[in-house]
Nanobody, 118 residues
């Protein structure tokens, strides 16, 4: 069955770094656009970063540009989010999302908590 499993979240001090991973299974990973979203308490879910299925073009929310980097390894069926210079406002549950590049099928992971606090 389809699975997206996030890992790598945790508690980090402001200015610190974390690397999130999302391991995919049960579908043809290389055919899917991958995104990281986040949702903070009381706020709407927002897209943080996107990477295309082919070519690896990326796009970022203005709030994370220059600090976060999305990447993917199609051989490992995994997408990553490197987060540097973390701020308290980055605190949220981070979720992995997959959307088929042609047909629009989409899947979600269960999320991983990131807390930035001193």
């Amino acid at each position: 069955q389809v699975r997206l499993v996030e890992s790598g979240g945790g508690l980090v001090q402001p200015g610190g770094s974390l690397r999130l991973s999302c391991a995919a299974s049960g579908f043809t990973f290389s055919s899917y656009v991958m995104r990281w979203y986040r949702q903070a308490p009381g706020k709407e879910r927002e897209v943080v970063a996107t990477i295309t299925s082919v070519g690896g073009s990326t796009n970022y929310a203005d709030s994370v540009k220059g600090r976060f980097t999305i990447s993917r390894d199609n051989a490992k069926n995994t997408v990553y989010l490197q987060m540097n210079s973390l701020k308290p406002e980055d605190t949220a549950v981070y979720l992995c999302n997959a959307v088929h590049r042609i047909f629009g099928y989409h899947y979600w992971g269960q999320g991983t908590q990131v807390t930035v606090s001193s």
